[in-house]
Structure formats: structure tokens, C-alpha cells
């Protein structure tokens, strides 16, 4: 027992560890059953507005943590996208004529056998074809960059502007994809031109179509008056908590809005109208405000100011949870991700819809990190038509400013864009005017002067990385990324949950019957043997949790040979101390023996294993990588429960009850 | 329990037998396979695939129709699962009426929907492989058994000696090459048995290796035990003896790892059907090649290089010539 202490203390730490790292996969089933409870109906949606206000963020925690099932388990879909770079040329060309048509056949040939740049490509082909000819790049394409129009710069302006269609659709589809409130999805760039986007959870892959390939939709919107955008929001609280009374009130003064409602948390003097209080209203009420105030005193007394806020959130349960992200410095107010998903189901419901769409947009900025870790949005109330798309804009471009070396972009306009951007921008000195892609808003400057000339410059932004963000969001209005899909996996729901309980039911009985032989078989040896198997799949699931690696369907197929392998190791010792004992030494003697020779054999052959696991990962496509990672994790840790583990557990029992020791 | 307990089976001098067992499975396998051609999944042929699970049985031919009516010509439609209700539905790549990937599933689905009006056709899963990607796949397979394979010989010259190295990448081609061919010559044969040649299989084949390898490594590692500890015997009585003790173990663990494939092979569904199936084909030939095979091929080669010379210098120590030659580098 004593040499063996500190072994027995790391291996239970171990095993400690493995079932604290599995935790979260527990409770995000165990909350994501209980949100599958909640309907549709209105009562519901309250509901699940109030589960998610105190259980969202510990669902969002827990999903983070819990094991990530890949899409063939959760149902998705996996798509790779390209730069369409011919047509991105074909766009950029000013005028097409038959020379230009006969090169771009002789890419296009080019591309689809190639993996080669294509812009190179096409260089090749106009020297070979259209310059003989007399023609150069010049005739063809103009860029402000290109400076003296000769061959090279053009060249490295389209080869640079391919780049930047890449980056483009990656910030147009991230921003659509955000928008979708899906769980994790994944967008990454792979190589100079391929785009790959993961998207759990979603089944409809027409829907992600027009995610992906729709053009993007660039609007300059003002926002909307304050006190105008608190009524309606007064409007929605009052639809919300069912409040009749107030609706009445309001309409004995429409014009009165009480703007002190919007700015405190803390003293809750809102017209208060639930079931007790309705008798103390005074049938005086000149105001809105009078009742309220007389209603509120009466409610209020006794109650502490956790209470006043939960009394102004059952009554305002909308602005209350915009309230939770008001600043205290200014006007903005910013709200979590957690707030923003709640916020949004509230603003779809139909109900809600037909109080506010007319008169105003809410919509988020996008996110916008704070020190700790999360992301929060601000929130913005625009008016519901745009003032300007982004067809007006014609460049873009980042900046220094000479005085105070602070980044800034500046934007161009066409003729009809500048002449309505003058009119918006004398119109609203000093306010400010949001620019929107795809719903969701880049930046919300403030209007310093009128602009009559179409070019403006956009200050006070935050840092370089910024600036390129914002020009290449005025660009995407402009100038969309032509993008298509070269590969596309969909993984129905249905399908999916299958997959998941076919392949748990893999797993259980290969489990059962190896412990079955094992047992009969090789009998205590086998009893130990068995446990360090299992110790191996909860090692193994909870290192896929830790590292967030992904299980798929071929990944349960690893655990189940993992299974297979990780007896091999025990078989291989157990022989061994067959053997041994057969040539009569003693059991103490024959396991040590045993342990000892089997060692080589256990090693090399994991690590056999192990190598063709790392090819695999390294050569195969996503769901085969899943594979790959169960079978390398599975067969290191067996290593540790086959060899380790079944040592100690033996020289526990060979010290209490060495008779129980068996192999067979 | 003890099986196959104190055998004594001469695997070296029979050696010849397994030699053209072997030759002749494997060869046979490949033409036979070759004639009935290989069927390439999406992922290696590129194109579009769909699943559809019906609400009630159909015809091949109903579906057919429906598609062509939709001007989507040279679809492949097959049964796929368990009953008729589930149909996969493949449209290749430059067939007439395909387009991209997505576009092509929407056809599909709508061609479906409105010639089956009263039998829903679910969605399962949808695969579009454009061609780039497909050829990209193929050649990645490729290299992967290749490197595989390299890997392999490198880490086994390294622990043994070279001609173990290749013994052991011998048996490896030879259990690639019979699962390969059974594979596609299973393929279909029963509609619920789908063996197509896509990456799952790969997977399957590059596991295969990994598992051959682990049996032979076992027996070489005993082979080099026995050759310290027996000094007197001849280098077939070693080999004999080496794989005769092995014998219980090699059994037991591929007849573990057989059944927990066969619970794969059952209960796992339709996509890991293919993969278990050729696993368990591969980890029945893995057995056989490390037994038989694999030292054999180490043991012809250095009788050869023995008969060769008079002395033999092995890893810089001159010996000589005998046959008691080192398994060690």
C-alpha cells in the first residue's frame, strides 16, 4: 500500500478529474431537456423569457464545456465555400470584349484542373492571347491603387483585390451566421481562397443558401428620436405584462411620455396596475403620471429595492431587460449575448411585431468585446427605412490622419448617393447615423457637419484593425464577394439523434460483451481488467470534453475498438503471467514477470496504433478526423488505466486477500 | 479457460502453403474485384447524393421517374437502410440537369415531392462534392496509405531490423489488398451491405494497418526474446516456438476486437455498417498475415542473405555463418 500510495492518490485525482470534466455534458442535457418543455403559446414565451433570465448563462457555460458533437450526431451542415475569382475578374473588367472573353476561357479551363493562383494564371493567358494583339491590362481594368496602369500594378491590384473578396464574404457570412443565434458555428479561412463553415443545429440547407450566397445589404439608417423610441418600447411592456390600464392612461395623454421610467433601476415609479392595487387607484387621475406615482407609493411601501426592481420587471418585463445594459456615463445601452437572444424572441413574436415594425428597428451592434471574456452588443433604435444602401457607395479606403495619427476610413459616393447624403447629413447635425450590414450595425458616427461633396471620413475609431473592418463592411455594400459552394454536407435532426443512440448502443455492448469474456475468461484478472476498461472510455470522454474536440459517429466506431485494444494490453500481460506461473513461480513473481515482458509488446503496438491514428488525422476529412482523435486518446490512456491502474488494483487485493487473484 | 494451450505447429517449414493461400486470395480478389468494378462514394467520384427516407415503401423505378420528369437524368437510386423506405439518390457530376451541390438537392427534393403526393419524403443527409474536392480526396487516400506504410517500415527497421520491416509491410499489402478486394466485391450483394469506396472506408483500411501491425510487432517482439534466451536453436525452431506462445494471445485479442466489430457491425447503422464489415474482414486477414505470413517472409529473406555470404555482419558485429541471427539491429 505505501509504495503504491501516491499512484492510488494520482489515479482517483484522475479519475476525479474525468468525472468533474464530464459534469457540464450532463447539465447542458439535463437544462436542454427542460427547455424543450416550453410551447409556443404566450404564457410560454413569458416563461421561457424568466428561465432564461436565470438559467441562460449557466446553460450557455455548460454548453461550453460539455463534449461537442460533431455534425453527423447533431444534424447540421458543413460547407466549403471559394472565391469565385473568375468572376470576381469578370466583375472588375470595364469592358468585355471578344479577347477578353477568349482569356478567360483559357483560365477557366486552367481552373478547374488547377489548384494555381488563378490571377497569375489569367496574366498568362492576356500576354499570350490579347497582348500580340496590341492590348494591355490597362484597356481592361482601372483601379485607384494601380497608380500608372502598367501591367505589374493592375496585376497586384486584382491579385489584392481577390484577397479582399475572401475577407469579405468571411465578415458577410460571420455576420449572417450571428445573426442565425446559432450554437458555436465555425467559420475559418482555409488557404488563400476557401472559406469552411460549420453550422450545427441547422436542417434546411436552402435556408443557409441564401445565408451564403445572397448578396449583402449595406443601409445607412438615423436612429430613431429617443422619446419616441422609449413610447413604443412602453408599448411593448405594456402588451408584454398584459396591462390594459396603462394603455388607457396613456391614451388620456398620448403626448406625455414619463422619461425619468427610462433612466432608473432603482425607484420604480411606473404606472403599477396589478390585481391588488387596482382599487387604490384615484379616480382623479389628471396624468399618467399622478396615478402612477399615488398607485406606486401604495405598492412600494415595503418593499426593499430588489423587490421595486422585480415589481418594475413583472410590469416592464421588455425595458427591464434593456435596462440591464444601460450605461451609466451616456445614453447607450449594451446588453450580453444571453439579453440579445432574449430580446430578439421577444421582438419576433408576431404580437410584439405588429406594435413596433412600423414605427422602428431594433437592432444590435455587432459584438463588441469587453475585458472579461464575453461580448456585448449595444442596442440601437433606428428608424424603420434606411436613408442610403450601399449601392452609393463607390469606394472605400483606410487612413492616418495626418494631425492625429488616429486611424480613420474614408467613403466615396456616387452622384445620386451624394446628393441624398448631403440632404441626410445636413439634416442631422449632431445626431447620429447608423451603418448597417445585414441588420446588424458596424459603426453609428455622428453627423459634424453637411457633406456636399459625396467623400466623407469617419473619426474616432478605435484602432487599425477597426478601420479595416468598417471599410471592408462599406466595400461589401458595394461590391458583394462572389462566392461559391464547392462542397456541402447536411446532416438531417432526425438522422443525427439516430446516429447518437446507434452509436451509444455501440458502445454499451461492445462494452458488455468484452467484460462478459474478460470475466469468464481470465476471472479476477479479467473482474480488474474490465474496470481499467471502463476507467479507459471516462478518461477518454472527458479529455474529448477538456480539449473540445469533437465526437462523431466514425469517433464513437474509436471508442468501440478502443475497447478492442485497450484489452489486448491486459490479454497480453495476463498470458504472460500464465506462463509464468506454469513454470512455477510464485504469483507474486509470475505478475511481476509478467507486467515486466508484457511491457514491450503492450507499447509497441499502441504505438503502431497511435501512428496510423496521427495519419489519418492528418489526411482525412472531418468526420474521419473524429475517428483519428477517440482511437489516439483511447489508446494513450490505455497505456495509463491497462498497465497502471489493473498494477495497484492487484497489490491492493494481493494484500487483503491474495487468494482472490486468479487468471484462469 | 485456456485455449490453443501448448500448440506446436510447424508455421515456418508449412510456409509454402500460406505463401500461395495467399498469392491466390489476393490476386483472385483483385481480378475478381476489378471485374465487377469499383464503386467511388461521392466524396471520391464528386457529385450529389441525397437521402430520403419515405413515409412508406417505394419503388426504384417510381423514383426514377419522378426525377426524370424534373429533367434530372442519370441519377443512381438505391435502397438504402433497412426496408424500401429509404432511398439513396446519387446525381454525378456533370450528369444532365445537375448543378451545385444545393441547387441539385432542391430539384431533387421538389421532383420528389411532387411525384409522391402522398408519400413525405424526409431529408437525412445531403452530400455535394464539387470535382476539385473529390480528386483532392482521392489523392489524399492515396498518400495516406502510402505514408502509412513508410512510417511503419521506418519505425520497425528502427526496433528490429529492416527485414522484419518489410515482413511486416507485406502482410500490411496483402490485408489491404484482400479487404480492398472484398470489399468491392461484397458491395451490394445484399441491399442492406453498402461498400462503396469513400473516406469512411479509408478509415477502415489505414485501421487495418494499424491493427496488422500490432499482431506482427508482438510476435517479432517474442522472436527476439526467444532468440536471447534459446541460443542453440535454429532461427525456424525460434520463429516456430515464438509464434506457437503467442498463439492464445494473437487469438484472444483479434477475437475480442472481432466482436466488438461484430456489435458494430449490428448495431452501428448504416453508415459504420461498410466500415465494420471491412474491419472484420481486415482483422481476420491481419491474424492470418501476422501469423503466417509476415515472419515467414523475414525468415526467407535472411536465409537467403545467409546463404549469401559466409559471415554475416549484422549492426557492426561480425558473426558467423550460422543461422541464430539476431532480430536486433
Known sequence: MKKNRAKIIIILLCIAGAVYALYPTYKSQQLKSEVDRFGTSTQDSLKKIKWDNDNGQDLKDANAKAIKLGLDLRGGIYVTMEVDVLKFIDEQALQKDDLFQQ?????????????????????????????????????????????AGDDGSIQAALQKGVDEAVDRAIEIIRNRVDQFGLTEPTIQKEGSRRIIIEL????????????????????????????????????IDQHLSGDTTLAKLEKLDSAKVDSSKAKSTTTA?????????????????????DSAHVADSIAEIGMSQEQKYAHFAKTHPFTAILMKGASRQSNDIYVTDADRTIIK???????????????????????????????????????????????????????????????????????????????????????????????????????????????????????????????????????????????????????????????????IWSLIVVVLFMGFYYVTGGVVADL?????????????????ATLTLPGMAGLVLTVGIAVDANVLIYERIREELSLGKSLKLAMDDGYRRAFAPIFDGHLTAFFSGVILYAFGTGT???????????????????????RVVFDLIMERNPELIKFG | MHFFRKTNIDFIGKRRIWYYVSTFVTMAGIVWALFRGIEYGIDFAGGTEVQLQFQKNVGIEEVRASLDKAAIRGAEVKYYGKDESGVLIRVREGAQGAQAGSEATKKVMDAVASGFQSNKAELMQEQHIGPKIGAELRQKAFLAVF?????????????????????????IVHD??????????CNGLVPWLNLEMNSTLLAAFLTIVGFSVNDTVIIFDRIREDQRKYKGQTLKEIMNRAINETLPRTIITSGTVFLTLLVLFIWGGEVLRGFAFTMLIGVITGTYSSIFVASAIAYDWLERDTKKTSRVTVGGRKQSASKNVPATA
Not at chain 1, 481499467?532 to 473540445?548: D, E, K, S, Y
Request: aromatic content about 8%; glycine content about 6%.
Open chain 1, 103 to 147: 482569356v478567360m476561357d483559357a483560365t477557366a479551363k486552367d481552373e478547374a484542373t488547377s489548384e494555381n493562383p488563378i490571377v497569375p494564371m489569367f496574366v498568362q493567358h492576356f500576354k499570350e492571347i490579347a497582348k500580340p494583339k496590341g492590348k494591355s491590362l490597362a484597356n481592361y481594368f482601372y483601379f485607384n491603387e494601380a497608380g
Open chain 1, 200 to 235: 450545427p443545429g441547422v436542417g434546411d440547407p436552402t435556408q443557409v443558401h441564401q445565408l451564403l450566397q445572397g448578396t449583402a445589404q449595406l443601409e445607412f439608417r438615423t436612429l430613431k428620436d429617443p422619446d419616441i423610441a422609449k413610447r413604443v418600447i412602453d408599448h
Open chain 1, 269 to 289: 415609479s411606473v404606472a403599477d396596475s396589478t390585481q391588488k392595487d387596482s382599487t387604490a387607484k384615484p379616480t382623479t387621475a389628471a396624468t399618467p403620471e
Open chain 1, 345 to 507: 424572441s421577444i421582438l419576433n413574436r408576431p404580437d410584439v411585431k405588429r406594435i413596433y415594425a412600423d414605427e422602428m428597428s431594433i437592432m444590435f451592434s455587432r459584438p463588441l468585446p469587453t475585458g472579461k471574456n464575453e461580448n456585448v452588443y449595444q442596442v440601437y433604435f433606428l428608424n424603420s427605412q434606411p436613408e442610403l444602401t450601399g449601392k452609393a457607395i463607390v469606394q472605400a479606403t483606410t487612413d492616418v490622419d495626418q494631425q492625429t495619427g488616429k486611424p480613420e476610413v474614408s467613403m466615396q459616393m456616387d452622384d445620386d448617393g451624394t446628393r441624398v447624403w448631403r440632404r441626410i447629413t445636413h439634416a442631422n447635425i449632431n445626431k447620429q447615423v447608423a451603418i448597417v450590414l445585414d441588420s446588424v450595425i458596424y459603426s453609428a458616427p455622428k453627423v459634424l457637419g453637411e457633406i456636399p461633396s459625396g467623400n466623407s471620413q469617419i473619426t474616432g475609431i478605435g484602432d487599425m484593425n477597426e478601420a479595416n473592418l468598417l471599410k471592408i463592411v462599406l466595400k461589401a455594400g458595394a461590391l458583394p464577394a462572389p462566392v461559391k459552394i464547392i462542397q456541402e454536407s447536411v446532416v438531417g435532426p432526425s438522422l443525427g439523434a439516430d446516429s447518437i443512440s446507434k452509436g451509444l448502443a455501440s458502445v
Open chain 1, 532 to 548: 481499467a476498461v471502463m476507467i479507459n472510455l471516462l478518461f477518454t470522454a472527458a479529455v474529448l470534453a477538456t480539449f473540445g
Open chain 1, 624 to 646: 474521419v478526423q473524429g475517428f483519428a482523435v477517440t482511437l489516439m486518446i483511447g489508446v494513450a490512456a490505455s497505456l495509463f488505466t491497462a498497465i497502471i491502474i489493473t
Open chain 2, 147 to 171: 505514408f502509412t506504410c513508410i512510417v511503419i517500415l521506418i519505425y520497425l527497421t528502427f526496433r528490429f531490423r529492416f527485414v522484419y520491416g518489410m515482413g511486416a509491410v507485406i502482410a
Open chain 2, 176 to 185: 489491404v489488398l484482400v479487404a480492398f478486394a472484398f470489399a468491392v466485391i
